[in-house]
C-alpha cells in the first residue's frame, strides 16, 4: 500500500520559513518525480514545485521562485520544501505529490500519488 505522509506545517508569520518533508512507503519512488501542489480554501489545487527522480531538474511556479526549494533524498523517499520568506497568501493545505511530469503546466489530474495534506498557515 503507498502512503505518503507529510510533516513540517504550521503557524508562521509573514517573512518566516517553514520546511516541510513528505515520506513515501509502500514502493520505491527514486524513478517518479516528486513535489508540492497547494490548495486555499475556496481556491484550486494549484502546482507549487517539483523534483524529477535524480533531481537533476526543478521546476517551480512563480509564485515561489527565489523564496521555495524543492529537494529529495532518494535513499529515504523524502521529498522536501524549504519555504521562506513566506507570505499570507502562502497560507494552503500543501499536498506531496508523486509520478507526475516535472513542468509547472501540471495538473492535479496528472499526478499518480498524494499525500494526505498538512497546513501551511501565514499570518500577517
Known amino acids: 500500500q503507498v502512503r505518503m505522509v507529510e510533516s513540517g506545517g504550521g503557524l508562521v508569520q509573514a517573512g518566516g520559513s517553514l520546511s516541510l518533508s513528505c515520506a513515501a512507503s509502500g514502493r520505491t519512488f527514486s524513478s517518479y518525480a516528486m513535489g508540492w501542489f497547494r490548495q486555499a480554501p475556496g481556491e484550486e489545487r494549484e502546482f507549487v514545485a517539483a523534483?524529477?527522480?535524480?533531481?537533476?531538474?526543478?521546476s517551480y511556479a512563480d509564485s515561489g521562485k527565489g523564496r521555495f526549494t524543492i529537494s529529495r533524498d532518494n535513499a529515504k523517499n523524502t521529498v522536501y520544501l524549504q519555504m521562506n520568506s513566506l507570505k499570507p497568501e502562502d497560507t494552503a493545505v500543501y499536498y506531496c505529490a508523486a509520478d507526475f511530469p516535472v513542468r509547472v503546466t501540471t495538473t492535479p489530474k496528472q499526478v499518480g500519488y498524494w499525500g494526505q495534506g498538512t497546513q501551511v498557515a501565514v499570518s500577517s
Open positions: 523534483i524529477n527522480w535524480s533531481g537533476g531538474s526543478r
